[in-house]
């Protein structure tokens, strides 16, 4: 598995970028760009193309990003609250120290994409599609995934804590070594995973509710 970049300097093309002046645009493209602590009220970049881009310690409040594309991108420590992220493009990202707050990303694509340490909070990923995704050492809180496809993702040291999977297809994703599987919805969603013997004994009562098996003592 390769290793996620920790500093700015260990991304290839550090030395290639060119800091971003002035404010996102609607299709707008952005190729070797650096956006160093800024804050974005209210952005209007739908559409916008960003590649071999990083972003450090920057903040997004609110405003439309839909059906933007992010290829071969860095973020650390960045901030998107109630941001709408639908339909966008994620591949070859990576984001470390993070935070998701209210964020719409529903009808997104991933692609090799890694967040780690990050904390993601009533983020709508319904009907997205996510593949080779790692979620390493995160809270997940409130997050729907709900009609999404999910094939090759993990979530080593992450918390999920109501989470909704109804109606979601998963294929290939590992769930040993989450630090706790809480499930709000669509726990029969789970075929598909992997998990181990101490987290089928936590979501027992759960498959039974699905299943219609009344546990009762004798």
């Known amino acids: 598995m390769t290793a996620v970049p920790r500093e700015l300097a260990d991304l290839p093309y550090a030395r290639h970028l060119e800091p971003l002046r002035g404010e996102l645009e609607t299709e707008g493209v952005y190729d070797t760009v650096h956006a160093d602590e800024r804050e ?44 709408d992220l639908a339909e966008s493009g994620w591949m070859d990202a990576t984001v470390v120290s993070g935070m998701l707050a209210g964020v719409q990303a529903f009808g997104a694509t991933l692609r090799r994409v890694t967040f780690s340490h990050c904390k993601l909070d009533s983020v709508n990923w319904r009907s997205a599609a996510l593949r080779e995704v790692r979620f390493v050492d995160c809270l997940l809180r409130d997050v729907d995934f709900g009609e999404a496809t999910l094939t090759d993702v993990s979530f ?41 013997h101490g987290q089928l004994l936590d979501l027992a009562p759960d498959f039974a509710r699905a299943l219609g098996v009344t546990v009762a003592p004798r």
């Open 40 to 83: 974005f009220q209210e952005p209007r970049a739908g559409g916008a193309r960003f590649v071999e881009c990083a972003f450090t310690s920057v903040a997004f409040e609110g405003g439309r990003m839909r059906r933007a594309r992010f290829t071969d991108v860095w973020c650390h420590t960045v901030r998107w609250v109630g941001t």
């Open 156 to 196: 080593p040291g992450s918390a999920l804590d109501g989470v909704h999977l109804r109606g979601a297809r998963l294929g290939k994703v590992d769930l040993r070594g989450a630090a706790s599987l809480g499930i709000a919805d669509g726990v029969e969603a789970l075929r598909g995973a992997t998990i181990d």
